[in-house]
């Protein structure tokens, strides 16, 4: 009862295309049945009202990734609701020939972190291609219910939003790619890609003389920093495996080594692919611990972490730089202004004068000494 309530208080209040609801630990323990409010809402409301079972958050990230995911599956296809009713995903109307021949895309696992999703959506406007949607990132339910209508899906986050692409490939015949927004080689790529799916001579003639005008306006300024970084050594530690091969490529553009490079949710295969890209004697580490992560980090004499919010501690606590790239950051660090972005933070962090009063590095100079 508190629960359609609180729903239908909601929704008077706040008018939403869909609602989302989340079961909690104590909802599973007691076995509420948040599915039946969400059907009568649903029916009294004229809209969408998805159940989420995610009680405590169960299971592994991958696990929350492919709740979301089911979740967001079920706007899919979905005609614009009348008379308080919803045509169920089997029933709605097949793609038209125009409809598949329109250069458009949908972004999977783009969070529009710091305004980073308009920054790519101006790219791709630009070269010509429209975005559909974004999932999540400046999303709209309008937008979602008819992302079945794009040709192909990007996925930037292939951790969280793989399992959403190739639901959308079985059930549309929507193929997908992974890309990469980080860094001049992997954005560049995503550009060249979807211009490249797409064999359209305009497309391809726009994106290269886009990529051509910001490459050529950012490395300058790159190597102003390069001078004082070169030979400087990074930790990598982040949540997804493609963005570590981002970040790898990123600061080989600052002359910098990356000598631990781990994730959250990478495959056996991305660590093969990994080991495959970098120096010998790199650690390549998986859902390390605290204890684990430093370790690695003082063997291995690294200058700089970059990583998440649960991972500044470490840093700090070791003495060294920091780069911020978890999603509370304000900072866009995506596409070829993000890159501009990152090395002038990693510049700032490395050189800053502060650590040599850190007790850890005075610690380490005396022992040395």
């Known amino acids: 009862n508190k629960l359609y309530l609180a729903l239908t208080e909601l929704i008077d209040k706040y008018q ?128 979602i219910k008819r992302a079945h209508l794009a040709k192909l899906n990007v996925v930037q986050c292939s951790g969280s939003m793989t399992y959403l692409a190739k639901t959308m490939q079985e059930r549309f015949d929507i193929p997908f790619i992974r890309v990469s927004y980080f860094g001049i080689e992997d954005m560049s790529k995503a550009l060249y890609d979807v211009a490249g799916f797409f064999q359209n001579e305009q497309i391809t003639e726009r994106t290269c003389t886009m990529v051509h005008q910001e490459v050529s306006a950012l490395l300058p300024k790159l190597t102003e920093y390069r001078r004082d970084l070169e030979g400087r ?84 606590k070791m003495g060294i730089g920091f780069c911020d790239h978890n999603h509370e950051r304000k900072i866009p660090l995506a596409g070829f202004e993000g890159m501009l972005n990152f090395a002038k933070e990693v510049h700032t962090t490395i050189l800053s004068p502060v650590w040599k009063y850190s007790p850890a590095r005075i610690k380490a100079r005396l022992s040395v000494q």
């Open 233 to 316: 050594k990074a930790a990598v530690y982040v949540g997804g495996s493609f963005k570590a091969f981002s970040l790898v490529k990123a600061l080989r553009h600052l002359g910098m080594e990356t000598v631990v490079v781990g994730s959250q949710t990478g495959s056996p295969e991305d660590y093969e692919e990994l080991q495959a890209a970098l120096q010998e004697g790199t650690v390549i580490c998986d859902d390390s611990n605290p204890l684990e992560l430093s370790k690695f980090i003082l063997d291995k004499g690294a200058d700089l972490l970059i990583g998440g919010v649960k991972e500044r501690p470490i840093a700090y």
């Open 16 to 143: 939403p295309k869909a609602a989302f609801v989340y079961s909690t630990c104590i909802i599973g323990l007691i076995g509420d049945d948040i599915e039946a409010v969400c059907v009568r809402v649903e029916r009294e409301k004229g809209i969408q009202v998805i159940p989420v079972r995610s009680e405590g958050f169960k299971g592994t990230k991958r696990d929350g990734y492919k709740a979301a995911c089911d979740a967001l599956a079920e706007l899919l296809g979905q005609d614009t609701i009348t008379s308080n009713t919803i045509t169920p995903v089997s029933q709605t109307k097949q793609r038209s020939a125009a409809d598949t021949e329109l250069p458009s895309i949908n972004i999977l696992g783009e969070f529009n972190i710091a305004g980073e999703t308009w920054i790519i959506k101006d790219y791709y406007k630009r070269m010509g291609v429209e975005v559909v949607t974004c999932f999540t990132g400046d999303g709209r339910i309008d937008d």
